[in-house]
C-alpha cells in the first residue's frame, strides 16, 4: 500500500504549512501512520506518528510543541500541522503505514511500509 504525501512548499521561518498523506483505501486507516523527513544529506528521521484510532500520538523532540498530527479516517487522511517553521525542517517529509493493523502501540521505525513520494518543505530564514 502506498501512501501519497502532499502540501508541501516553500516558507519563511515562523510560517505554518499542512501536510496531508492520503491513503488509497480506507483500509489503510486501521494501521498507524507515521511522518518522516530526510534532510539533504542526512538519514530519514522519525517526526511524529498516530495509532491507528488518532489517541496514541508521539513526537520527535525537534517538533514536540510546533507540529500536531491528525487523522481523518473518514477522509483517508492523515495531517501533518506544522507550526513556527525553522530552517532545520527543511526536507523531504514522507509518510508510512505499520506494517500490522490494530496494533495497540506506536510501531518502531522498522515496522512501517508502504513508503511513497514525499513532498518537498523549505524555510527559509
Known amino acids: 500500500v502506498q501512501l501519497q504525501a502532499s502540501g508541501g512548499g516553500s516558507v519563511q521561518a515562523g510560517d505554518s504549512l499542512r501536510l496531508s498523506c492520503t491513503a488509497p483505501t480506507r483500509n489503510t486507516m486501521f494501521y498507524a501512520i507515521a511522518w518522516f523527513r530526510q534532510a539533504p544529506g542526512r538519514e530519514r528521521e522519525f517526526v511524529a506518528a498516530?495509532?491507528?484510532?488518532?489517541?496514541?500520538?508521539d513526537y520527535a523532540a525537534a517538533v514536540k510543541g510546533r507540529f500536531t498530527i491528525s487523522r481523518s479516517n473518514a477522509e483517508r487522511t492523515v495531517y501533518l500541522q506544522m507550526n513556527s517553521l525553522k530552517p532545520e525542517d527543511t526536507a523531504i517529509y514522507y509518510c508510512?503505514?505499520?506494517?500490522?493493523?490494530?496494533?495497540?502501540?506506536?510501531?518502531?521505525?522498522?515496522?512501517?511500509?508502504?513508503w511513497g513520494q514525499g513532498t518537498q518543505v523549505t524555510v527559509s530564514s
Open positions: 508510512a503505514a505499520d506494517n500490522k493493523k490494530y496494533r495497540a502501540t506506536i510501531p518502531q521505525e522498522g515496522e512501517y511500509a508502504g
Open positions: 498516530s495509532d491507528w484510532a488518532g489517541v496514541a500520538k
